[in-house]
């Protein structure tokens, strides 16, 4: 086992490099994982570019990463988890216990939970943008045969959008409108229609993201700017992902009367200047949904199965040492959707 293996780490704001780290001794019940691909997530753009994703403010440098999938090169000492040479995604969630309340059937809502590339809390809990990585049995997927690992790092994103999607209930014969069609807007997009939704709007202010919304089942889209367009969908469910008030207001607006807005994009904190009124005389539901528990078993088999197409969501590929220019390419929605890098 090396000693060190080659990372993306963030340091502050502006400043990522890709650097040599040290790869810790496995626990009994951990393995090292070969990552093949890594996905590039909107918080980790945030560090990139504020040092900070809301309160999560780096007070050390991290390994940025949670959406990656690779081959278990050692297997836990104590005989849990795969074995080597199974391919894997990984569920970046690790549960720690807490005496806060929260529903014991959605643990995601627990704020013992540490993921994965998270300045959360302090020491920081290291992403998994690198070469190698030591990772907890627990977090280990393995693949079914024939799922590409291009395709299973979009596990993790493809989970949070399958949750988004069940926050609002059954979609089957159902209009959809999704506002923001960035990765996870796309997915929630491929996710909706797999579930039998008889319409689907996407919305964004790029061209780009509404093309890749077509691809993944998108039965129409709408420029982000066409409020009097928005406001005429009259969906029966909202997915609200492009994480702004503004996005929030048209998602409001695009609903009909009685329906479910589901709220996956976050906003950033404070108040927020949003029509509430609106939602109250029309008894709107509005929704948070907040990563995912178990979902990515099930995004897993739909990926296997191919009843789950994601393929266009993917826009580039870049080698790990040129995770700069991968980052500067994912933070422009207008030329990309998600951007992975290879290690």
Partial sequence: MTSSTLAVVAHGADDVRIEQVTLRPPGPDEAVVAVAYGGICGSDLHYWRHGAVGESVLRAPMVLGHEVAGTVVRAAADGSGPAAGTRVTVHPATREHTDARFPHDRPNLSPGVRYLGSAARFPHTEGAFAREVVLPTAMLRALPDGLDLRVAALAEPAAVAWHAVAQAGDPRGRRVLVVGSGPIGALAVAVARRAGAAEIVAVDLHAKPREIATAVGATRTLDAGDAEAIAAVDADVVIE?????????????????????????LLPNGDQPVPIAHAITRELRLVGSFRFNDEIDEVITALADGTLAVGPVVTHTFPAAQALEALAVAGDPSVSGKVLLSF
């Fill in 241 to 265: 992902s492009s994480g702004n008030h503004r996005g929030l207001a048209s998602a409001i607006a695009g609903a009909t009367r009685g329906g479910t807005v589901v709220m996956v994009g």
